[in-house]
Structure formats: structure tokens, C-alpha cells
């Protein structure tokens, strides 16, 4: 109880974690307005006179080429990038856990044969990895569990293969907390005690690795957001018409920058939210660091 009433009384926990849940509160709840399963959906809704139209009392944000919404296409993207970074990192903590735990509570050749797996992996770069993954995974899925819903099988592949190549450092930082904390008094009295590795696990390692779990998923789900924007922004991220932050700057660059007619909102708009959004999660990551940090944590005892 007093780690979370350190965590509340930290102000960058509070400041970007208030932002962070009004931004995925505001995403989320615009989902019920600006898609429609049924039908044509808001934010895919084209109007041609309306077309580039600048922000004004009627359009907030303006509209794109195509005389789309750019506030319906920003809401639904941050859906969908703040998905994909959660469900990236969730894979990415769960992967790097389960791995660390096991190579540095095992140790000897199991622990070489992992950390020798984690260095290739490290070698090879993530963008490869990723395109190869959604080569060999995505028609499949779409062709068997998401017949007739492309998007989908899409979004459920890039997730899974940012969360693939993520977890390399996280099972190194929970393979050294392992290592020192094998060696602890608690982890050998509960080995004499006759108790298996399992409850060994669950019972006394991961309680004492919370802390360093906590701060590292607040960090990946930015660096996965990252990924995905630079994925889109590439072309071989979210397919249209669905939108990302990423896609959307990536699409709105060229007209913001014409010199003759600039259409600046197209690339203001989603690279703010996505800045914003970033460098919640990077302060509530710092401040998480700062709560559970044991030198603090001994100093205010």
C-alpha cells in the first residue's frame, strides 16, 4: 500500500499517467461514433467538397484529401496505435519474464544456450524480422480465423510480430535481477524447504521483480508505438484505410509541406497526439522508476 501511495504522490506518475488515460479514455469512447461494423464507417467517410479543408468551427482538426475527418481518423488511429503498443509490450513483458526467470534461476548450459538465442536475435535487424513475420503469418490468418476481415488479421499480426523481436531486453534485465536474487536467503530456505520451482517463481522471485517488470512495460509500450508509426510511416504497417498516427503523418507530410499550399493540420495534428501520448509514457516510466527504485526506497525508510 505504500508503494502505490509513493507512486500517487510522485508528479510525474500523475502527469502522465492523467494524460495518458484521458488520451486512451477520448480514443477508445470515440470508437462508439467513428466506426460503424455494419456500415461505412465515420472516419472512412469521403466527401470531396470538403477536401483539404483547414480546422474551422465545423471540422476541429480539417480533412484530408479525400475529405475525410482528420479528429475521426486521429481518434481511431490512437486506438489502434495505442493497442498495438499495448498488446506489443504485454506479449514483449510476458516473453522476456518467462525467459529471464528461467535462464537465470537455471543457470548453467540453459542459461548459455538462451542468451546465445537472444544475442543472434540481436543481430538481425527488427525491421526485417517484423516483415518476415507478416509475410509468413498474415494472408493465413486472413484466409482462415479472419475470412472477410482483412483489417483485422493485419492489426493481430503487426502486434504480435513488434512484440516477437521486443522481448530481448527484458529477459536480459529479469535474467541479472534472477541472478542476484537466487542467492538471496528467502530463495534458499524455500529450496531447502522442498518447494517447486514453479511456486519458487510465482511466490518469492516475481514478487520482488514488480518493480523492474512495471517500469520496462511503461517504456516498451512507447517504443512499440514507435515501431508501428515508423512501420506504417514506411508502408508496411496498418493497411488503409485504417488509420495509425504513423500512417497518418506519413500521408499528410507531402501536402503539409507543399510551399504553395501547405496543409499543415495533416501533419501538426498526429504527430502532436503521438508527441503527447510518447512523453506520457516516458514520464510515467521515469516516475515508476523513481518509486521502486530500492536506494530511494531505503533513503525514505
Not at 538462451?114 to 490468418?141: C, H, N, Q, S, T
Not at 530481448?168 to 522442498?194: D, H, N, W, Y
Not at 511466490?203 to 512495460?217: E, S, T
Not at 499543415?264 to 516516458?282: D, E, I, R
Request: charged share 15%; net charge positive; hydrophobic share 50%.
Amino acid at each position: 500500500m505504500g508503494v502505490w501511495r509513493a507512486a500517487w504522490g510522485n508528479h510525474r506518475v500523475r502527469i502522465g499517467g492523467g494524460l495518458l488515460l484521458i488520451m486512451l479514455m477520448v480514443c477508445v469512447i470515440s470508437l462508439c461514433w467513428t466506426t460503424n461494423p455494419s456500415g461505412r464507417s465515420f472516419y472512412d467517410l469521403q466527401s470531396p467538397d470538403l477536401s483539404l479543408k483547414a480546422p474551422s468551427g465545423q471540422c476541429w482538426f480539417g480533412t484530408d484529401e479525400l475529405g475525410r475527418s482528420l479528429l475521426a481518423r486521429c481518434l481511431v488511429g490512437g486506438a489502434i496505435s495505442l493497442g498495438i503498443g499495448t498488446g506489443a509490450a504485454t506479449i514483449s513483458v510476458v516473453l522476456g519474464v518467462a525467459v529471464g526467470l528461467v535462464a537465470g534461476y537455471r543457470g548453467g548450459w540453459i542459461d548459455g544456450v538462451l542468451m546465445r538465442i537472444v544475442d543472434i536475435l540481436y543481430g538481425l535487424p527488427y525491421i526485417l524480422l517484423v516483415i518476415l513475420l507478416k509475410l509468413a503469418f498474415e494472408d493465413k490468418l486472413r484466409d482462415s480465423l479472419f475470412r472477410g476481415v482483412g483489417p483485422a488479421a493485419n492489426v493481430i499480426v503487426l502486434f504480435l510480430a513488434i512484440g516477437l523481436v521486443s522481448w530481448l531486453t527484458m529477459a536480459r534485465v529479469i535474467r541479472g535481477q534472477v541472478l542476484s536474487l537466487r542467492t538471496q536467503p528467502f530463495v534458499e530456505a524455500a529450496r531447502a524447504a522442498g518447494l517447486p520451482e514453479r511456486r519458487i517463481f510465482l511466490r518469492h522471485l516475481l514478487p520482488n521483480l514488480i518493480g523492474p517488470i512495471m517500469v520496462y512495460a511503461t517504456l516498451t509500450v512507447p517504443q512499440a508505438i514507435l515501431q508501428e508509426s515508423f512501420l506504417s510511416f514506411l508502408g508496411i504497417g496498418i493497411e488503409p484505410p485504417l488509420p495509425t498516427w504513423g500512417s497518418l503523418a506519413a500521408d499528410g507530410m507531402m501536402p503539409a509541406l507543399n510551399t504553395i499550399h501547405s496543409c499543415w493540420w495533416l501533419l501538426v495534428f498526429p504527430c502532436t497526439l503521438l508527441a503527447v501520448t510518447l512523453l506520457s509514457l516516458n514520464f510515467l516510466g521515469d516516475g515508476l522508476r523513481d518509486v521502486f527504485d530500492p536506494k530511494r526506497q531505503a533513503a525514505a525508510i
